[in-house]
């Protein structure tokens, strides 16, 4: 049997949330000597039968009531502020991110590399980089737990939810579901597996399957008659999508919306949701239609129609 | 008077006590059913933020004539309700009477009311579930679920204010009321009035809102 | 001389007053008597009997769990199995035991006794309550016996309205019963406590168990009801496959998480509330001096109730919700816990110049702080957004919250019992295995619990039936951890039990404590007190400079 004390830090983000651990167990030890020694102390002192100065004491109680309510709370708020702060550099990825989808299901994860690459309760990714996980699950809320980078985020059904993280360290990691699920839940773990970057280009191309996964998509955008309204000269009128992705779009009751992976997945599967400004809604709906990961190399192959504008 | 000392209870020590305590667990019973209702209505404002066209596009549906009539009939009933309280108060057990029963058909008038609007609904595939028609867009069923779970709890809730009342009648016909003891009606009438207040609310949120 | 002899023997001597008889006679003793008995003390007794009993299934439940989690394979029972375990643990233990265990036990029998009230204000309601708590726990029972259900007592959607094929409808139709039965439990003692104080009893002459039972009843007026709504919502989801909380159809499963958080968040104050009032209680009286700061430690009560309130997204902060709902939610919960702290610092400062007597209700109320002071300590990292990405549904949040439930409330609560089992039954318990029990339940209850944080941060995350072999050494110690903790529930069971016929007989006010429910015979008469009393003192005048002798001195 391992005895563990700290759980293995792979990445800057675990060191920061490990120091920020190490000060809330070091006011935590403090808060146990200032109210246990006493406390044992006075145990002892005031017992009875032990001869001990019972007068009542005059002690400023006012003052002294409100000393230990200000004081507590200015040390939470700075703790507060730490929190907050190292919070919002866990959910916000910096920029320049290699883009990587996850799709949870009962219980496995699916992973699509923008390469094409597919696999399987498995995460390969280089050493350095920045990963960023554009994540989704086709049944119930499951959570992509990372202890070694000490990040995790729900995958909710229906929405796209990110999470990011920069291993500075090779090795395998654990990868854990940690949003109950059902059965099986204990069993939705795998691994993230860290590579040198040679290595790394040297596992994509191992398993290139040919086509990228904008490539899925584009060819799935044809299939399915997306191409018919939405390119080139068509009789019915569609909002075009060269240039689309990442831009406000108007939409028709006057509001704005920004159109990332959430606005473009529920524009097929709920076209009446937003309808953009100009157009009516005469688009079918798509739910059923394509499954979870077919709608991501739907957006995978709008993302570079946006590339391609002029 | 030596009537009315028969109805203390025995943890109470006199009427006063034993009238305030009831008043303060009607009201506080009320607070409970706010926060009953509060979750339907934190649920319709979350999805018509989301879903503002469905909503508006399936809140079309709502039958406003059948809604109006209602919303006419139970402010009514709150109107002879407060009449009833009245009479109570002046110690006039014959008019006490009558207003209670006026209010008692006027609610029963709404159940009814409400019960052909239902029948029409389900004709219009207006009921959620494998057979909800194909005319509005798929979030609008949910509009249609917080309608009929809204209606449906406000109406076993003026269900249960009609039981309420017809205890009331019967003590009434029994003659345990008087200028000096009325506590019940008083009480009764609250949460008549809440039950009148929910219906309002549910009256702008699922007929009139929508059609501007 | 002589001739006034004759007049002093015609002298008449007053008969000393007849013996009022106990709430046990008076009524009857037929289970009949019992079953349609209006009487608060009577019904304060008949939840001790259902509380007992499903805290016994709960633990059953926790027992097989531990003993699973001594090996990293889920080789004693199956998964599905293990998912049901863990979900009739929650549910039982959390609507059926613990929200339950100190207001409508302790609650019920001390708070009019303490007021100087005959009974509570609605007495028959007070019945219902009863039968309503116990219709949904049979519902509940009825549930895990027709195959159980897997959800976990959070029920999260969309798997328990869509995925799961177990029986959620009816393990949520006996939550919603509890519920009512809270709701109704709450009212009652709202209104008690306003309108059935003793003349003189002014609000800030409350003992601080009523001000803390008050607190709760708040919260359970005002955030039962929300549940409420909130499983009728899964239950016709379920029922009709309608979308309210299903992405499939629309919905939004992470509001179902919001309107659940809503009460529950509060709940959990619930179920520590009173356990904080217990304390006041019992520290004041075994250290035989006023509370510390007897105002703020009453204000903290109240707060603690408002401010929980406004905290329930801090369940959610990985749950992709917005940023910003996370600062909002993680400052409130930094604010609740200063209430918490300052009730703390006042227990210790208590102490401070004190006569302090080391009998087993007071052996509870140390054990309480303690455990409690770590409990609410490890809250502060969990409302630490950061760290809480990383220790969220790990065994982290597991030892926090059992820390704060168990150690406090349940520890709490045996304090409690203990402390007025003389008045409940008239009996006096084995002290020394008193003394016992609550070291031995102090020892296994770390033992238990602590290494579930370390786990817990290392990566172990909760509800798992199997695991990576590295957290082993800490699943055995929680599990070694355990069996002492069940020893030591045992003991009090037995021994209670044991002093119920040969115990010694309790007089009247075993503590020479100062509130009015010692004022009366133990066991009380049927209406508590032969007359009203009238209170012209603040609670709690104890001296620690006179010499005191107690029942067990």
């Known amino acids: 049997m391992t005895f563990p004390i700290l759980p293995e830090q792979a990445s800057k983000i675990a060191t920061q949330t490990d120091n920020l651990c190490w000060g809330l167990v070091s006011i935590s030890a403090a808060v146990c000597l200032i109210v246990f020694v006493p406390m044992i102390y006075f145990l002892f002192k ?70 094409g690459n597919r696999e399987i309760d498995e995460l390969h990714v280089p050493v350095g980089r920045i990963v960023k996980l554009t994540m989704t699950s086709q049944d119930v809320i499951h959570d992509f737990f990372l202890p070694a980078f000490r990040t995790k985020q729900d995958v909710v059904p229906g929405r796209y939810t990110t999470e990011w993280f920069q291993a500075d360290k090779i090795g395998t990691y654990h990868l854990f579901c940690s949003e109950y699920c059902g059965t099986s839940h204990s069993h939705m773990e795998g691994r993230v597996i860290v590579l040198s970057q040679a290595d790394y280009q040297a596992w994509l191309t191992e398993g290139q399957p040919g086509t990228t996964l904008a490539e899925s998509g ?10 018919g309204c939405h390119l080139g000269q068509s009789v ?75 | 008077m030596a009537n009315s000392h028969e109805a203390v209870a025995e943890q109470f020590d006199d009427m006063p006590q034993q009238i305030e305590a009831s008043t303060l667990g009607m009201w506080t019973f009320l607070a409970t059913e706010i926060l009953f209702f509060g979750a339907l209505f934190l649920a319709y404002i979350v999805y018509r933020h989301t879903y503002a066209q469905a909503f508006a596009l399936a809140g079309r549906h709502t039958l406003i004539l059948y809604g109006t009539i209602n919303t006419a009939l139970l402010l009514t009933s709150s109107f002879t309700m407060s009449l009833a309280i009245h009479s109570a108060q002046e110690g006039k057990n014959k008019p ?35 057979h909800f028609t194909r005319e509005l867009p798929a979030p609008g069923q949910i509009f249609w679920v917080l309608y009929w779970v809204m209606t449906g709890v406000h109406s076993i809730h003026l269900a249960a204010g009609i039981g309420l009342l017809a205890v009331i009648v019967w003590m009434a016909w029994r003659r345990r009321f008087s200028s000096y003891y009325h506590n019940p009606v008083l009480i009764s009438g609250l949460y008549w009035h809440f039950v009148d207040v929910i219906w309002v609310w549910l009256y702008a949120l699922l007929y009139l809102i929508n059609r501007h | 001389m002589n001739a006034t002899l004759p007049q002093t023997e015609t002298l008449e001597i007053p008969k000393p007053p007849k013996r009022l008889l106990t709430y046990f006679e008076d009524g009857g003793r037929t289970v009949g008597s019992w079953l349609l008995t209006t009487d608060h003390k009577r019904i304060g007794i008949l939840y001790l009997y259902s509380i007992v009993a499903f805290f016994t299934i709960g633990a059953i439940a926790a027992a097989i769990m531990r003993l699973e989690l001594i090996t990293p394979a889920g080789d004693l029972v199956t998964s599905d199995t293990y998912n049901k375990l863990f979900t009739i643990h929650g549910t039982v233990m959390v609507w059926f035991f613990l929200i339950p265990s100190i207001p409508s036990v302790l609650g019920n029998f001390v708070v009019p006794l303490m007021l100087g009230a005959r009974d509570l204000a609605f007495p028959r309601l007070n019945l219902l309550s009863w039968y309503l708590f116990n219709l949904g726990g049979l519902l509940a029972l009825y549930a895990i016996a027709i195959g159980g259900v897997d959800t976990g007592w959070t029920f999260y959607t969309p798997y328990s309205s869509t995925f799961t094929n177990t029986h959620v409808v009816t393990m ?10 809270s709701i109704l439990t709450g009212l009652n003692f709202i209104v008690t406590t306003h309108k059935m104080r003793a003349p003189g009893l002014t609000w800030f002459r409350l003992p601080l168990f009523l001000w803390s039972n008050y607190a709760t009843s708040v919260i359970l007026v005002m955030a039962t009801p929300v549940l409420a709504m909130t499983l009728v919502l899964l239950s016709i989801e379920r029922i009709w496959g309608v979308g309210v909380f299903d992405p499939q159809l629309g919905g939004d499963p992470v509001l179902f998480q919001h309107l659940f958080w809503f009460y529950s968040h509060p709940a959990v104050y619930i179920m520590i509330l009173p356990g904080m009032g217990v304390v006041s209680e019992l520290v004041t009286c075994f250290a035989r001096k006023p509370i510390f700061g007897y105002h703020f430690v009453a204000f903290a009560s109240m707060a603690i109730a408002l401010i929980g309130f406004f905290v329930w997204g801090h369940h959610m902060f990985t749950s992709g919700a917005s940023v910003y709902s996370g600062l909002v939610f993680s400052i409130t919960s930094y604010l609740v816990a200063v209430p918490s702290a300052i009730k703390v610092f006042n227990w210790t400062m208590t102490l401070h110049r004190g006569r302090i007597f080391l009998n087993t209700p007071m052996l509870y109320a140390l054990g309480f702080i303690g455990l409690f002071t770590v409990g609410g300590l490890t809250g502060l990292f969990l409302a630490a957004l950061a760290l809480d990405v990383h220790v969220t549904d790990t065994y982290f949040v597991v030892a926090h919250f059992h820390y704060i439930m168990v150690g406090g409330m349940v520890t709490g609560f045996l304090g409690g019992l203990h402390y007025w089992w003389p008045k409940i039954t008239g009996r006096l318990y084995p002290e020394s295995l008193g003394r016992l029990a609550a070291l031995i339940i102090f020892i296994g209850f770390n033992l238990t619990f602590f290494p579930q944080y370390v786990m817990g941060y290392l990566g172990m995350v909760r509800r798992y039936h199997a695991y990576a072999p590295e957290f082993q050494i800490y699943h055995v110690m929680s599990s070694a951890g355990a069996s002492i903790l069940g020893v030591g529930y045992l003991l009090p069971l037995i021994y209670l039990i044991w002093s119920l016929k040969h115990g010694k007989k309790a007089p009247a006010n075993p503590w020479n404590a100062t509130g009015l429910e010692w004022q009366t015979p133990s066991p009380p008469p049927k209406h508590n007190f032969a007359q009203t009393p009238i209170v012209t003192r603040p609670p709690y005048q104890y001296s620690a400079e006179t010499e005191e002798h107690m029942v067990y001195g």
């Open chain 1, 236 to 310: 019915i009128r569609a909002p075009p999508l060269q240039g689309l992705f990442g831009k406000p779009v108007p939409l028709n009751d006057g509001t704005v919306v920004i159109a990332d992976e959430g606005y473009i997945r529920d524009s097929i599967l709920l076209p009446a949701k937003q309808i953009t400004g100009g157009y009516t809604n005469d688009m079918p709906s798509f739910a059923g239609r394509v499954s979870e990961d077919e709608l991501l190399e739907l957006i995978a192959y709008i993302k570079t129609l946006g590339s391609q504008s002029p």
């Open chain 1, 218 to 227: 584009e060819r799935l955008f044809r299939e399915l008659g997306c191409s």
């Open chain 1, 46 to 115: 005031y017992r009875n039968g032990h001869p001990a100065d019972r007068s009542p004491s005059n002690l400023p109680q006012t003052r002294i009531e409100i000393a230990w309510t200000i004081l507590p709370l200015l040390i939470f708020m700075c703790f507060y502020v730490w929190g907050a702060k190292a919070y919002f550099n866990i959910e916000r990825p910096p920029p320049g991110a290699m883009e990587i989808n996850v799709i949870g299901k009962q219980w496995m994860w699916k992973v699509q590399h923008p390469e």
């Open chain 2, 96 to 130: 006490l009477l009558g207003f209670l029963l006026l209010t008692i058909f006027l609610g029963c008038g709404f159940l009814l009311v409400k019960g052909l609007e239902y029948h029409e609904d389900v004709h219009e595939h207006l009921f959620p579930g494998a």
């Open chain 3, 172 to 181: 949520v139709a006996g939550v919603f019963m509890a519920g009512f039965s």
